[in-house]
């Protein structure tokens, strides 16, 4: 699977509300003031998809417009696996 492939497969997903966010990303949620809404317009929106196979970091605009990076797994949907 190439990049753009994923990314294309992630905005799939995330359309259709297939995606979930793993206690790890919550926690990482918590502390850096990221919002389920930031998650989604940043994987929306990316600008950037690296990794392979399952694992991917992509990095997209917040919705107060600034990078916000998510490492997500596409597994039956995306699982958003940490947030920076």
Not at 12 to 29: L, S
Not at 43 to 57: E, F, I, S
Request: glycine share 8%.
């Amino acid at each position: 699977m190439t990049p753009n492939d994923a990314l294309a497969a992630i905005r799939r997903h995330i359309a259709a509300g297939h995606w979930t966010v793993r206690n790890h990303a919550q926690k990482r949620m918590a502390q850096r003031n990221v919002t389920m809404k930031d998650i989604r317009s940043a994987l929306m929106g990316a600008r950037d998809c690296q990794g392979k196979g399952t694992k991917w970091k992509v990095t997209g605009p917040d919705v107060d417009g600034d990078d916000l990076t998510c490492v997500v797994a596409l597994e039956n949907g995306v699982v958003v696996v940490t947030v920076y």
